[in-house]
């Protein structure tokens, strides 16, 4: 990994090929990891041109409940930070980009919840 590389972990539509290329302009390999101390909903989506790059109406969201026993799995993708910068433009407004530590020890970014977390448990 290089310093311009950035890591991202992936647990939904960012694993999917079609929404690789589109955001990323080319298919990413990874590597298979888990995000402790969250679970998966399902999160509906309105932003038209993410579920026409996608082809699903609902994505998974990561949502923290501070559980180690809750755990997501996913993979960890190795991106650059142009390429993390389309990969925020994909996104919508219910996720926003954290600094999260995986269980296998390594740092990445991952996309989670950003809706009221008082309300989350």
Same mark, same amino acid.
């Given at each position: 990994? /290089? !310093?311009? +590389?950035?890591? *991202? ?9 079609? @929404? ?29 041109? @993410?579920?026409? &790059?996608?082809?699903? +109406? ?6 923290? &409940?501070?559980?180690?026993? !809750? ?8 991106? +650059?930070?142009?390429? *993390? ?7 919508? /407004? !219910?996720?926003?980009?954290?600094? =999260?530590? *995986?269980?296998?020890?390594? &740092?990445?970014?991952?996309? @989670?919840?950003?809706?009221? =977390?008082? &309300?989350?448990?």
């Amino acid at each position: 990994m /290089s !310093d311009d +590389t950035q890591r *991202l972990f992936s647990y939904g539509t960012l694993q999917l090929e079609a @929404v690789q290329l589109a955001t990323f302009g080319r298919r990413l390999a990874g590597q298979v990891d888990r995000l402790p101390g969250y679970r998966l909903e399902q999160l509906a989506i309105g932003d038209p041109a @993410v579920v026409k &790059t996608s082809g699903k +109406t609902h994505h998974p969201i990561a949502v923290p &409940t501070g559980q180690a026993g !809750d755990t997501i799995d996913g993979m960890v993708i190795e991106v +650059t930070p142009a390429e *993390l910068a389309h990969a925020d433009a994909y996104e919508v /407004s !219910d996720y926003r980009r954290a600094a =999260v530590t *995986l269980a296998s020890g390594v &740092t990445a970014w991952a996309y @989670v919840d950003a809706r009221d =977390v008082s &309300t989350q448990r």
